[in-house]
């Protein structure tokens, strides 16, 4: 059985020491002593023997019982310092104490001796209690802070990268901790995509998530959280012996690490891991309030995935996938203030399937759905980033196209729209082909609202039509004209 005390005895006569481990024991303190005489043997054994009290002679040959008194204060600060001397006298024994001595001890009083051990060592450990609970209470606080913060986040923020990246900087900032980061996870494929950070990096998160994919589910903390569903506490980074890219994590001041599942429904979707500074952050009240907060983020995450799919059906059409009529308008709205601003053209195409109806009649309209879906994407695919392709009802389409140099600019994304919707389709064992009709009218030259815009490319579709279908008409902008055929149009087979 391992002995209640481990006593450092800075005394440089043996037999002195001596006396004083046995008047401990006779007085049933239970004790195992050190005994060193200089500086450096001193320094070693206050980090290596660890020790609960120093009971040091007050004058040594080589060495001071002040000199010893300031080096312990500075190396360890929490162990109470005794001198137990035969010629301290009262002016040196005050200096002893206000330089931070716990006791003294005369030499030819040893009695005294046992009582201020015992006295000092429960001091010591009631002041070690009394920290701990403040730095137990100061760790729930800035938990507590840091909890407020991200669930006030979470009903403001409506997008989820922006949701975890406040979630991270809040950790930081709020609750001190070294680094706060969140990946998005995939799961078929198995995918990790870092999504937000803050903290002390240092080229540690690039190494973390290229690693993390091919991480054995005990050893990477987003497998670990992935494996058992819940929170992952690692309260010592140094002495975990599975601890992958520990040395990384040493270097970069990683002393206790907590992972947290972040689930849409009960599927996760994301992991959100923190590093606090110093070993045993994450206790159970700790990680508790942590685990709601991330109850709180999920929460958040999973209204945020519903929202848009609400949007997705608000703002979509539900057979295509292409915006719908009120996602159009406000495209639109928002593309002509800009061009209303940069002084830019706008076209607005309105396309319209050649006798659309004949599918549906003789295949059926599961067919003609079919096919509206593949026109759909084949119109998707003849667009830049920036433009709109809706479905205005039907086997109606609407294109708008911003940012175009001039008319003539459009006639290769026109005549890429006519080459495309007139690729056979493979129907039902049928090859089914369509064509259509286009009409076009510009901003500013022919309207410069939706409905001015969608009247007049109606109106020149429906043009096209009379005209004998599968081609495209320009919008003339002259009142005693609906439309102008463009000179390098190319006949379309009229179906």
């Known amino acids: 059985m391992e002995p209640d005390l481990r006593i450092l005895m800075l005394e440089d006569i043996a037999s002195d020491a001596e006396l004083e481990m046995r008047t401990l024991k006779r007085a049933g303190v239970s004790c195992e002593c050190r005994r060193v005489e200089a500086e450096p043997e001193f320094v070693s054994q206050l980090e290596r023997f660890d020790p609960h009290l120093v009971i040091s002679d007050f004058s040594l040959p080589a060495f001071d019982g002040l000199s010893a008194l300031r080096l312990a204060r500075e190396i360890r600060p929490d162990i109470p310092f005794i001198f137990v001397s035969g010629t301290i006298g009262e002016e040196r024994a005050i200096e002893a104490l206000k330089e931070g001595a716990t006791d003294y001890v005369l030499k030819d009083n040893l009695a005294r001796l046992a009582p201020s051990v015992t006295r000092a060592v429960r001091e010591a450990e009631e002041r070690k209690r009394r920290t701990r609970h403040a730095e137990k209470v100061a760790r729930l606080e800035c938990v507590r802070t840091v909890q407020n913060r991200i669930g006030s986040a979470a009903l403001r923020i409506r997008n989820t990268r922006e949701l975890l990246q406040e979630v991270c900087l809040i950790a930081v900032d709020q609750g001190h901790f070294r680094l706060a980061w969140a990946v998005q996870i995939a799961h078929e494929p198995f995918r990790v995509e870092l999504v937000a950070a803050s903290g002390h990096d240092e080229g540690y998160l690039e190494q973390a998530v290229r690693g993390a994919g091919d991480m054995a589910a005990e050893q990477g903390l987003i497998r670990r959280v992935l494996g058992q569903n819940g929170p992952v506490v690692v309260n010592d980074i140094e002495g975990a012996p599975d601890f992958v890219l520990k040395d990384g994590a040493l270097a970069r001041g990683y002393r206790s690490a907590l992972a947290l599942p972040l689930a849409e429904g ?42 848009k799919k609400l949007d997705a059906l608000a703002y979509h059409d539900m057979l295509t996938g292409l915006a719908n009529r009120q996602l159009l308008h406000e495209h639109l709205k928002q593309e002509i203030a800009l061009a209303h601003r940069l002084q830019r053209m706008i076209a607005l195409v309105f396309i319209d399937l050649d006798h659309f109806k004949s599918v549906n009649d003789t295949l059926g309209h599961s067919a003609g759905d079919r096919l509206l879906k593949e026109i759909a994407a084949r119109l998707a695919s003849c667009t830049r980033e920036g433009d709109i392709v809706s479905r205005f009802g039907g086997d109606e389409f609407v294109m708008v196209l911003p940012n175009l140099p001039g008319h003539d600019a459009l006639v290769p994304v026109i005549q890429r729209v006519l080459d495309s919707v007139s690729q056979i389709v493979p129907l039902d064992g049928h090859d089914v082909s369509v064509t259509c009709s286009i009409g076009v009218a510009f901003y500013p030259r022919d309207g410069v609202d939706l409905d001015t815009l969608l009247n007049k490319a109606d109106a020149t579709m429906y043009e096209v039509k009379r005209q004998g279908r599968g081609e495209f008409l320009f919008h003339t902008g002259e009142p005693d004209t609906h439309a102008v055929p463009h000179p390098t149009v190319r006949k379309h087979a009229r179906k």
């Not at 599927?267 to 942590?290: H, P, Q, S, W």
């Open 266 to 307: 009960a599927r996760t979707v994301a992991v959100f891991i923190l590093y606090a500074g110093e070993a045993g952050f994450f206790g159970a009240d700790e990680t508790k309030l942590l685990a709601d907060l991330a109850g709180d983020v999920s929460f958040a995450l999973e209204f945020i995935a519903k929202e």
